[in-house]
């Protein structure tokens, strides 16, 4: 390892070549302030375009001033982080940044978790000398994601999530100079485009120009209305995160909490989605078991490996992607759209309500979802299944407006039947999950064993691409894991190359699945919010008691007094659907 | 069309085709070249000034002579068309009257390689050149 | 073979051509066939003479008459009378602006006294369509000498020593770029030529392209073979279709001899160029943002380090020089460092392309060595200010160079001398300004084009070159406050040290070095309310002097808004608020009664 010496704000440093002044100086506990910049470490995220130059220091003897957060050390150099002319050029640019930027803290969306708003604070900006012409630019309100462009900064974040990380490509700067936006293509709405409303650039974004569409004042609606019985389910990854909306760690599991906030607020029945997620993995083992079979015994026409379909990002990417591999996912639908099928049958028939009497909440990290619930296939007579999907961000936001002190507030229990949970359930809030939950039932139904060993942690982890094979009592089965659409695209050309080995794969949209959905609590960048949620994520499922989708004993009712069995005809109604050809469907 | 093969074949090339753009390249620098003028004027074109004219610039070229061969208008000698004006290098101009291929022949032998003169000099200053007076 | 007596030069530049250059080459053919001398006349259509202004210029060899403004009918009487007659068309000499004689030789022409022309050489004397003339020029024989009879260290020993420095603008020694190109080790390295020209005054690339493109190929093989690149990309931009053509003969002319391709010359080297097409966008001419654009990415550029000789096209190493930076190099192979070190300022050696422009008798394409001063190339060569007004500053530099004054006139011309004096070398633009020029007004006009041109990728130039704009314009508007002038400057200076590339970096130039050298003229807009220019409409007024004005009635009668009152033989006047400042009062006055206040 090569080393450098410099020094910064007189501090000496020695650091590896090639770490930015911005690295260097945080070592010594100087934090230059960014806005652009931004680093998910351990995922293929990272965004330094080197635009907003709010990081500028001085470097002596270079003519100008250097961008910290895309400048190396070099051997001997002296860095000033703060001299009056770096002050003045950073408040400058500050306030040349504000110039063009709309005065509404006070109704945004993203206000109090602004990164724009909070460094205006911390460079003590009390007025923008520099004013003139503001931009404007048409709003875009697609189901899942508002943009309002005249809140953009260009730091370019959302550019890089969706076109680097998730290789969607939808988002790319347009227009020259003061007009200068990210857009889709021809400043289309992102509906039009082929956006799969995976919220990873809402997740990035730094300001309030890409926020997700607020449902929850329709939420309110419904739980107001004396004619509506409004059944909420809330997903895995929401417990692990919803947290830190009231200031908690990262990684605290606030299950009990939120159960007792959501009957609060006036929810007549609060599920888990996880109950779904069970019933997911009893439709999904048994398809892979099912397509394995035939593999086996020598079908050459059967579909492997087959793709887990539960993350409605990842079906968006597939629809418009790889239009010509839509046989190859599996048909269950997600655990949101499960719950809501069985909710508005089954339980309604039990409350004996109408199905449109009956609102559907659900409460995701996920952005994906809000567009998911809305497709036309998930709807009979009109009426959807899942009504509303709100964010754990909007979540949150319904708590602070009932004025509930979260953290005070007792544990409780869901309701029954759908609000019986395994651990297996759980761990679908994070990369790996799914296919190991998959992976506990599939094993006993093949091999009619029980598991001994029920931690698979050659699953787990946060590398991009994961694999592994399993011993499924001498039958090997290869599996693949992708979070991230980038990496799932990877795997995706290999299918299609004839190259892939594995059996099952499993795709994530988010960084981290679930528990970095575009729904949840802002990460700012810190990659350790993210493994916390995951470390959380995993503990809830070793404190279960049943850790098998198959042991839930609800969904072995569920089978046997409405379904059947998995795969079985009411299944096929009820649980699966089936895929599109999007690519026609992109008007330019 | 032939590759050029080697730097010895573009070299080789290069002088072969120089006579594309000599004349181009010695008008820009004429002082150090032996000038020639022919006059061209309808008098010394009815007396056969053109066919001097290139006679002078085939004969020199033969002879390897450095000469820039112009045609200027009338030099004012029509008594002595047609007439040629020669400047060596370093030198006063010489005009000649009453040329013909052998008079030719003999300026480019005696006075152009050898420096000697050569009858039919006709005695002016070079004031007389100046192509202005045509007008 | 038959051996033409005379060639007829016409210009084939792009100035020419859209003043029917083409048709008087037609002419001058059908009238030269007419009278029987097809076989002692060549018609030569070359490249640019650089004296667009006066074009179509036809040139005649060997007697170097140079005719000027030629007109296509003009044909029958250059071919009848020069040709056949020996006697000139004095009609189309060039006329001395000072003098007013009829100049008969371009050598003998002010606007070509000063000049040396290198990069230039074979513009206006070849046909750029036929690689013959090139190669008869000695053309391809640096190529054959470095790739015969040298090593590649020594070429590039050789570009260093003869000081030869970038033309693109940044005056980078391209010897050194080269040398750092050459040392990264890559599978594959290319050689780019940057063809972008975005300073809107400049057009000395388009120029040399245009007359002279076998030049650039064969320094592009030259430097390919220095850095170890085997392929050349062209960046041009697809507004030069007159560039664009003759590149593209100019190549396959090439491949057909061999001289680019595969096993160059018998030694082994092989080398091709590609075109790519650029929309035109002015940091599209920036390195990194050229190979963005060539990537088809966004033009904008990327912070450098690293710099494109590491990490350019394609991630590999790339090696990015300027047209005229490449027409130097094969005349440096022939004639040697030394020489070419001979010419020039200390620290800047050779000549430099300018495109003169504006209030300048003269204007047009000029090389003159390093080291000139302004002073000889405005009233020299530029032939002085037109009009016979004052001189007032010269903008060098292009749209974010700086704007120089009387005081910077003596100073020797380079690099150096033009970044100390709050300016820089630029692209070469040179536009002078006289009397009647507000500076305020300048600045502006500057600006307008940074915010046009912007890429919008970093926050100081993409919102503060606006703010400068809407504050000059405020200025010019007479609103500017006290408050604004110092806000101008430390924006200025802000933007000029936090901004990415190259543009913003400079792009305030022309406002600090017109508050530098024009100070008086931006507080007489703020305090004083005054233009002393009186170019800004909304600070000047157009008043009749009682004492001058005959009452002739002239002035009322063009005036569009009817605001000229006053009876016949008497003093008009104008309302001044219904007077639209239109100046058509003011040029039509004969008495020059109407002033400008
Ligand atoms: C805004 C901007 C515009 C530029 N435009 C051009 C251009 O049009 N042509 C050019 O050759 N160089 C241009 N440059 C300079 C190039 O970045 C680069 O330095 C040059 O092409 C290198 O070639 P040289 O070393 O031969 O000059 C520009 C630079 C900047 C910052
Ligand atoms: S984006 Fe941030 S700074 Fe802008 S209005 Fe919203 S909270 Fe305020
Ligand atoms: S939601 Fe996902 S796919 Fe859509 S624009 Fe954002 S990052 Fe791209
Ligand atoms: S929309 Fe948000 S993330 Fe995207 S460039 Fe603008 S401010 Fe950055
Ligand atoms: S990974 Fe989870 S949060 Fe992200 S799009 Fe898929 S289901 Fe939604
Ligand atoms: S300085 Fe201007 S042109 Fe250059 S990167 Fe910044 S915005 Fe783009
Ligand atoms: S400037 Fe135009 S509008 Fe004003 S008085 Fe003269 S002619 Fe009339
Ligand atoms: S944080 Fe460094 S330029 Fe934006
Ligand atoms: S184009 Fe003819 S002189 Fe420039």
Same mark, same amino acid.
């Given at each position: 390892?090569?080393?450098?010496?410099?020094?910064?704000?007189?501090?000496?440093?020695?650091?590896?070549?090639?770490?930015?002044?911005?690295?260097?100086?945080?070592?010594?506990?100087?934090?230059?302030?960014?806005?652009?910049?931004?680093?998910?470490?351990?995922?293929?995220?990272?965004?330094?375009?080197?635009?907003?130059?709010?990081?500028?220091?001085?470097?002596?003897?270079?003519?100008?001033?250097?961008?910290?957060?895309?400048?190396?050390?070099?051997?001997?150099?002296?860095?000033?982080?703060?001299?009056?002319?770096?002050?003045?050029?950073?408040?400058?640019?500050?306030?040349?940044?504000?110039?063009?930027?709309?005065?509404?803290?006070?109704?945004?969306?993203?206000?109090?978790?602004?990164?724009?708003?909070?460094?205006?604070?911390?460079?003590?900006?009390?007025?923008?000398?520099?004013?003139?012409?503001?931009?404007?630019?048409?709003?875009?309100?697609?189901?899942?994601?508002?943009?309002?462009?005249?809140?953009?900064?260009?730091?370019?974040?959302?550019?890089?999530?969706?076109?680097?990380?998730?290789?969607?490509?939808?988002?790319?700067?347009?227009?020259?100079?003061?007009?200068?936006?990210?857009?889709?293509?021809?400043?289309?709405?992102?509906?039009?485009?082929?956006?799969?409303?995976?919220?990873?650039?809402?997740?990035?974004?730094?300001?309030?120009?890409?926020?997700?569409?607020?449902?929850?004042?329709?939420?309110?609606?419904?739980?107001?209305?004396?004619?509506?019985?409004?059944?909420?389910?809330?997903?895995?990854?929401?417990?692990?995160?919803?947290?830190?909306?009231?200031?908690?760690?990262?990684?605290?599991?606030?299950?009990?909490?939120?159960?007792?906030?959501?009957?609060?607020?006036?929810?007549?029945?609060?599920?888990?989605?996880?109950?779904?997620?069970?019933?997911?993995?009893?439709?999904?083992?048994?398809?892979?078991?099912?397509?394995?079979?035939?593999?086996?015994?020598?079908?050459?026409?059967?579909?492997?490996?087959?793709?887990?379909?539960?993350?409605?990002?990842?079906?968006?990417?597939?629809?418009?992607?790889?239009?010509?591999?839509?046989?190859?996912?599996?048909?269950?639908?997600?655990?949101?759209?499960?719950?809501?099928?069985?909710?508005?049958?089954?339980?309604?028939?039990?409350?004996?309500?109408?199905?449109?009497?009956?609102?559907?909440?659900?409460?995701?990290?996920?952005?994906?979802?809000?567009?998911?619930?809305?497709?036309?296939?998930?709807?009979?007579?009109?009426?959807?299944?899942?009504?509303?999907?709100?964010?754990?961000?909007?979540?949150?936001?319904?708590?602070?407006?009932?004025?509930?002190?979260?953290?005070?507030?007792?544990?409780?229990?869901?309701?029954?039947?759908?609000?019986?949970?395994?651990?297996?359930?759980?761990?679908?809030?994070?990369?790996?999950?799914?296919?190991?939950?998959?992976?506990?039932?599939?094993?006993?139904?093949?091999?009619?064993?029980?598991?001994?060993?029920?931690?698979?942690?050659?699953?787990?982890?946060?590398?991009?691409?994961?694999?592994?094979?399993?011993?499924?009592?001498?039958?090997?089965?290869?599996?693949?894991?992708?979070?991230?659409?980038?990496?799932?695209?990877?795997?995706?050309?290999?299918?299609?190359?004839?190259?892939?080995?594995?059996?099952?794969?499993?795709?994530?949209?988010?960084?981290?699945?679930?528990?970095?959905?575009?729904?949840?609590?802002?990460?700012?960048?810190?990659?350790?919010?993210?493994?916390?949620?995951?470390?959380?994520?995993?503990?809830?499922?070793?404190?279960?008691?049943?850790?098998?989708?198959?042991?839930?004993?609800?969904?072995?009712?569920?089978?046997?007094?409405?379904?059947?069995?998995?795969?079985?005809?009411?299944?096929?109604?009820?649980?699966?659907?089936?895929?599109?050809?999007?690519?026609?469907?992109?008007?330019? | 069309?032939?590759?050029?093969?080697?730097?010895?074949?573009?070299?080789?090339?290069?002088? /072969?085709?120089?006579?594309? $753009?000599? @004349?181009?390249?010695?008008?820009?620098?004429?002082?150090?070249? !032996?000038?020639? =003028?022919?006059?061209?004027?309808?008098?010394?074109?009815?007396?056969?000034?053109?066919?001097?004219?290139?006679?002078?610039?085939?004969?020199?070229?033969?002879?390897?002579?450095?000469?820039?061969?112009?045609?200027?208008?009338?030099?004012?000698?029509?008594?002595? /068309?047609?007439?040629?004006? $020669?400047? @060596?290098?370093?030198?006063?101009?010489?005009?000649?009257?009453? !040329?013909?291929? =052998?008079?030719?022949?003999?300026?480019?032998?005696?006075?152009?390689?050898?420096?000697?003169?050569?009858?039919?000099?006709?005695?002016?200053?070079?004031?007389?050149?100046?192509?202005?007076?045509?007008? | 073979?038959?051996?033409?007596?005379?060639?007829?030069?016409?210009?084939?530049?792009?100035?020419?051509?859209?003043?029917?250059?083409?048709?008087?080459?037609?002419?001058?053919?059908?009238?030269?066939?007419?009278?029987?001398?097809?076989?002692?006349?060549?018609?030569?259509?070359?490249?640019?003479?650089?004296?667009?202004?006066?074009?179509?210029?036809?040139?005649?060899?060997?007697?170097?008459?140079?005719?000027?403004?030629?007109?296509?009918?003009?044909?029958?009487?250059?071919?009848?009378?020069?040709?056949?007659?020996?006697?000139?068309?004095?009609?189309?000499?060039?006329?001395?602006?000072?003098?007013?004689?009829?100049?008969?030789?371009?050598?003998?022409?002010?606007?070509?006294?000063?000049?040396?022309?290198?990069?230039?050489?074979?513009?206006?004397?070849?046909?750029?369509?036929?690689?013959?003339?090139?190669?008869?020029?000695?053309?391809?024989?640096?190529?054959?000498?470095?790739?015969?009879?040298?090593?590649?260290?020594?070429?590039?020993?050789?570009?260093?020593?003869?000081?030869?420095?970038?033309?693109?603008?940044?005056?980078?020694?391209?010897?050194?770029?080269?040398?750092?190109?050459?040392?990264?080790?890559?599978?594959?390295?290319?050689?780019?030529?940057?063809?972008?020209?975005?300073?809107?005054?400049?057009?000395?690339?388009?120029?040399?392209?245009?007359?002279?493109?076998?030049?650039?190929?064969?320094?592009?093989?030259?430097?390919?073979?220095?850095?170890?690149?085997?392929?050349?990309?062209?960046?041009?931009?697809?507004?030069?279709?007159?560039?664009?053509?003759?590149?593209?003969?100019?190549?396959?002319?090439?491949?057909?001899?061999?001289?680019?391709?595969?096993?160059?010359?018998?030694?082994?080297?092989?080398?091709?160029?590609?075109?790519?097409?650029?929309?035109?966008?002015?940091?599209?001419?920036?390195?990194?943002?050229?190979?963005?654009?060539?990537?088809?990415?966004?033009?904008?550029?990327?912070?450098?380090?690293?710099?494109?000789?590491?990490?350019?096209?394609?991630?590999?190493?790339?090696?990015?020089?300027?047209?005229?930076?490449?027409?130097?190099?094969?005349?440096?192979?022939?004639?040697?460092?030394?020489?070419?070190?001979?010419?020039?300022?200390?620290?800047?050696?050779?000549?430099?392309?300018?495109?003169?422009?504006?209030?300048?008798?003269?204007?047009?394409?000029?090389?003159?060595?390093?080291?000139?001063?302004?002073?000889?190339?405005?009233?020299?060569?530029?032939?002085?200010?037109?009009?016979?007004?004052?001189?007032?500053?010269?903008?060098?530099?292009?749209?974010?160079?700086?704007?120089?004054?009387?005081?910077?006139?003596?100073?020797?011309?380079?690099?150096?001398?033009?970044?100390?004096?709050?300016?820089?070398?630029?692209?070469?633009?040179?536009?002078?300004?006289?009397?009647?020029?507000?500076?305020?007004?300048?600045?502006?006009?500057?600006?307008?084009?940074?915010?046009?041109?912007?890429?919008?990728?970093?926050?100081?130039?993409?919102?503060?070159?606006?703010?400068?704009?809407?504050?000059?314009?405020?200025?010019?508007?007479?609103?500017?406050?006290?408050?604004?002038?110092?806000?101008?400057?430390?924006?200025?200076?802000?933007?000029?040290?936090?901004?990415?590339?190259?543009?913003?970096?400079?792009?305030?130039?022309?406002?600090?070095?017109?508050?530098?050298?024009?100070?008086?003229?931006?507080?007489?807009?703020?305090?004083?309310?005054?233009?002393?220019?009186?170019?800004?409409?909304?600070?000047?007024?157009?008043?009749?002097?009682?004492?001058?004005?005959?009452?002739?009635?002239?002035?009322?009668?063009?005036?569009?808004?009817?605001?000229?009152?006053?009876?016949?033989?008497?003093?008009?006047?104008?309302?001044?608020?219904?007077?639209?400042?239109?100046?058509?009062?003011?040029?039509?006055?004969?008495?020059?009664?109407?002033?400008?206040?």
């Amino acid at each position: 390892m090569e080393i450098v010496q410099l020094t910064i704000d007189n501090k000496k440093v020695v650091v590896e070549k090639g770490t930015t002044i911005l690295e260097a100086a945080k070592s010594i506990g100087v934090d230059i302030p960014t806005l652009c910049y931004m680093k998910l470490h351990d995922t293929n995220f990272e965004n330094k375009p080197g635009g907003c130059r709010v990081c500028v220091v001085e470097v002596e003897g270079r003519r100008n001033l250097a961008p910290s957060c895309k400048s190396t050390c070099e051997e001997g150099m002296k860095i000033n982080t703060h001299s009056v002319r770096v002050v003045n050029a950073r408040r400058t640019v500050m306030e040349l940044i504000l110039s063009d930027h709309p005065f509404e803290c006070l109704v945004c969306a993203k206000s109090g978790d602004c990164e724009l708003q909070s460094l205006a604070q911390n460079l003590g900006i009390r007025e923008v000398k520099y004013q003139g012409e503001k931009n404007k630019y048409k709003s875009d309100e697609s189901p899942a994601i508002i943009r309002e462009m005249e809140k953009c900064i260009m730091c370019r974040r959302c550019e890089t999530a969706c076109n680097d990380v998730q290789t969607v490509g939808v988002l790319s700067a347009i227009n020259r100079g003061f007009e200068s936006v990210v857009a889709p293509a021809f400043e289309m709405d992102l509906d039009h485009s082929t956006c799969t409303f995976c919220g990873q650039c809402v997740a990035v974004c730094p300001t309030g120009a890409l926020t997700e569409r607020d449902s929850s004042s329709k939420v309110m609606d419904a739980i107001v209305d004396p004619n509506k019985t409004v059944i909420v389910n809330t997903a895995p990854a929401v417990r692990a995160a919803l947290g830190e909306e009231f200031g908690m760690d990262a990684g605290t599991l606030v299950t009990g909490k939120m159960v007792s906030a959501l009957r609060k607020l006036g929810f007549d029945h609060v599920f888990d989605t996880d109950f779904a997620a069970d019933l997911t993995i009893m439709e999904e083992g048994t398809e892979l078991l099912g397509r394995l079979g035939k593999h086996l015994a020598g079908d050459k026409d059967v579909k492997l490996p087959i793709l887990t379909s539960c993350c409605p990002g990842w079906v968006n990417f597939f629809e418009h992607q790889f239009p010509d591999m839509l046989d190859i996912p599996s048909t269950a639908k997600s655990p949101q759209q499960m719950f809501g099928a069985i909710a508005k049958t089954y339980f309604a028939d039990q409350l004996e309500k109408k199905r449109e009497d009956v609102v559907v909440v659900s409460v995701m990290p996920c952005l994906a979802k809000k567009y998911e619930c809305s497709r036309d296939e998930f709807k009979v007579d009109g009426d959807p299944d899942v009504n509303l999907s709100i964010s754990t961000r909007e979540l949150a936001q319904m708590i602070r407006n009932a004025n509930l002190n979260f953290e005070a507030l007792e544990d409780d229990d869901f309701d029954q039947p759908m609000g019986e949970s395994t651990g297996a359930a759980v761990i679908f809030g994070t990369t790996g999950g799914v296919i190991e939950a998959a992976v506990r039932t599939a094993y006993e139904v093949h091999t009619k064993k029980t598991l001994e060993r029920l931690d698979f942690e050659e699953l787990r982890g946060m590398e991009g691409i994961r694999s592994a094979t399993i011993d499924f009592d001498g039958l090997p089965i290869n599996i693949g894991i992708a979070h991230g659409l980038g990496n799932a695209r990877k795997l995706l050309e290999d299918i299609k190359a004839g190259k892939s080995e594995f059996h099952a794969i499993e795709i994530m949209a988010c960084p981290g699945g679930c528990i970095g959905g575009g729904g949840q609590p802002y990460h700012h960048g810190d990659v350790e919010i993210l493994k916390k949620r995951q470390r959380a994520i995993y503990e809830e499922d070793k404190g279960k008691i049943l850790r098998k989708s198959h042991e839930n004993p609800f969904i072995q009712k569920l089978y046997k007094e409405f379904l059947g069995e998995p795969c079985g005809e009411k299944s096929h109604e009820l649980l699966h659907t089936h895929y599109y050809d999007k690519k026609k469907k992109i008007e330019i | 069309m032939t590759k050029v093969k080697s730097l010895a074949d573009l070299r080789k090339m290069k002088e /072969e085709l120089a006579n594309k $753009v000599q @004349l181009r390249e010695k008008s820009d620098s004429p002082e150090k070249l !032996v000038q020639v =003028k022919v006059s061209m004027a309808t008098c010394g074109i009815a007396s056969g000034a053109k066919e001097i004219m290139n006679h002078m610039i085939d004969e020199m070229d033969r002879q390897a002579i450095e000469a820039l061969v112009t045609q200027t208008g009338c030099m004012g000698f029509c008594h002595a /068309e047609p007439t040629i004006e $020669v400047t @060596l290098p370093n030198n006063e101009p010489v005009v000649f009257g009453h !040329v013909d291929s =052998k008079k030719a022949d003999e300026i480019i032998t005696k006075y152009i390689i050898r420096g000697e003169l050569v009858d039919g000099i006709i005695p002016v200053n070079y004031e007389t050149v100046k192509e202005n007076k045509n007008d | 073979m038959a051996k033409f007596k005379n060639h007829v030069l016409v210009c084939g530049g792009t100035g020419c051509r859209a003043s029917q250059g083409e048709e008087i080459v037609q002419n001058l053919n059908q009238v030269i066939e007419e009278n029987g001398i097809e076989q002692d006349v060549q018609v030569v259509r070359t490249g640019c003479f650089g004296f667009c202004e006066k074009g179509p210029v036809v040139k005649m060899v060997p007697d170097n008459t140079f005719y000027v403004q030629v007109t296509p009918d003009d044909a029958t009487e250059i071919v009848k009378e020069h040709l056949v007659k020996g006697r000139k068309v004095e009609r189309l000499l060039y006329t001395d602006p000072e003098t007013k004689e009829r100049v008969s030789e371009s050598k003998d022409m002010g606007f070509y006294k000063k000049q040396i022309r290198i990069a230039l050489r074979n513009c206006g004397f070849i046909n750029p369509e036929n690689i013959d003339e090139y190669i008869a020029r000695d053309g391809y024989a640096a190529l054959g000498k470095a790739l015969t009879e040298m090593k590649p260290e020594e070429v590039i020993k050789e570009i260093l020593d003869s000081g030869l420095r970038g033309r693109g603008g940044g005056g980078f020694p391209t010897g050194l770029k080269w040398e750092l190109t050459r040392k990264v080790d890559a599978d594959q390295k290319y050689v780019v030529c940057n063809a972008d020209e975005g300073d809107p005054g400049a057009f000395m690339d388009r120029s040399i392209l245009e007359g002279d493109p076998h030049a650039v190929l064969e320094a592009m093989a030259i430097n390919g073979f220095c850095t170890g690149a085997s392929i050349g990309l062209i960046y041009i931009r697809a507004e030069y279709p007159l560039a664009i053509s003759r590149l593209k003969i100019a190549i396959e002319q090439a491949r057909e001899y061999g001289l680019l391709g595969k096993d160059i010359l018998g030694t082994g080297f092989d080398f091709d160029v590609e075109m790519r097409y650029g929309a035109g966008a002015f940091v599209c001419g920036e390195e990194t943002s050229l190979i963005h654009s060539m990537e088809g990415l966004r033009g904008e550029p990327t912070v450098k380090p690293p710099f494109p000789s590491e990490s350019g096209y394609k991630g590999k190493p790339t090696n990015v020089n300027n047209v005229e930076t490449y027409a130097n190099i094969p005349v440096i192979l022939l004639e040697g460092a030394k020489w070419f070190s001979s010419i020039g300022t200390d620290k800047s050696k050779g000549t430099k392309v300018f495109a003169l422009a504006g209030k300048v008798n003269n204007v047009g394409l000029i090389e003159v060595p390093m080291g000139t001063t302004l002073r000889e190339v405005i009233f020299d060569i530029g032939g002085g200010i037109k009009d016979g007004k004052g001189f007032k500053a010269v903008q060098t530099g292009g749209p974010s160079g700086g704007c120089l004054t009387e005081k910077h006139l003596d100073i020797p011309i380079d690099y150096d001398n033009l970044l100390a004096c709050g300016s820089m070398m630029g692209s070469g633009g040179m536009i002078v300004m006289d009397e009647d020029d507000c500076m305020v007004s300048m600045a502006k006009f500057y600006l307008d084009f940074t915010v046009e041109e912007s890429c919008g990728k970093c926050a100081p130039c993409r919102i503060g070159n606006k703010r400068l704009y809407e504050m000059l314009d405020k200025i010019t508007e007479g609103k500017g406050t006290d408050e604004d002038l110092g806000h101008l400057r430390n924006l200025s200076n802000v933007i000029k040290d936090t901004s990415l590339c190259g543009l913003g970096q400079t792009s305030p130039n022309p406002v600090l070095s017109t508050m530098e050298n024009f100070w008086d003229e931006y507080v007489a807009h703020v305090k004083d309310d005054k233009c002393p220019a009186g170019q800004c409409k909304s600070l000047m007024q157009y008043v009749i002097v009682e004492d001058k004005c005959v009452g002739c009635t002239l002035c009322s009668r063009v005036c569009p808004v009817d605001c000229i009152v006053g009876d016949k033989k008497a003093p008009h006047v104008i309302t001044q608020d219904i007077c639209i400042k239109c100046g058509a009062c003011y040029d039509k006055c004969k008495f020059g009664a109407i002033s400008i206040q």
